[in-house]
């Protein structure tokens, strides 16, 4: 599968442009953790990218991810790429117990936390955002409460990084997509 056809998945069934800014920020983490560790670059970020497809049509954990499964299925997607996207969510029982699942785990809740952070900055922007804008922000829990910090956590811990290091690679791997993301400061 290329960049074109999972875009294109994402573009069938994702109408809402911050979902979609979100797995492409989740993709961007994906490739770069990808090639942190010598792994396919291609195939993490496109997993990244469709991780989330499902989700306006599917918008519950009893639904999210799982009825997404058959529709990447009919579409092509590998089945151990499918099996990755099911393992971001607790609830699908799917084990985390490959680096690409962790990577995927630790990416997704983060990168909406960073986006939080810097939308609040004067400048909107990635490109002048450091973690620790993103320190000073976590302590209040009622900042982007959505963003779901202890998961934020296990996800750094489960991937065998420091959260304030995955924090700072998770912005630099978003500002190489800034604009994409609206997040460039224009």
């Keep these: 599968m290329d960049r074109a056809t999972a875009l294109g998945i994402v573009r069938e069934f994702v109408k809402n442009e911050n979902l979609v800014r979100h797995m492409l920020a989740v993709e961007a983490a994906m490739r770069f953790y990808a090639q942190k560790f010598g792994e396919d670059v291609e195939s993490w ?37 499918i099996q990755d996207i099911l393992s971001h969510a607790d609830h699908t029982g799917v084990p985390r117990n490959t680096l ?36 000073k922000k976590w302590k209040e829990r009622s900042f982007a409460a959505g963003a779901n910090r202890e998961e934020i956590e296990r996800g750094a811990q489960e991937l065998g990084i420091e959260l304030w290091e995955h924090v700072g690679n998770v912005i630099q791997a978003m500002r190489s997509i800034a604009a994409e993301l609206g997040l460039d400061g224009r």
Excluded: N, Y
Excluded at 108 to 133: H, K
């Design 45 to 81: 970020g496109l997993i990244g990218l469709l991780h989330d497809f499902d989700w306006e049509i599917h918008p519950t954990l009893e639904q999210h991810p799982m009825e997404g499964a058959p529709i990447l299925r009919a579409r092509g997607v590998p089945e151990d790429w």
């Design 100 to 135: 690409r699942r962790k990577a995927l785990f630790a990416c997704d809740e983060v990168t909406g936390l960073i986006t939080a952070v810097a939308l609040v900055r004067p400048s909107r922007s990635l490109l002048d955002l450091e973690v620790s804008s993103v320190k």
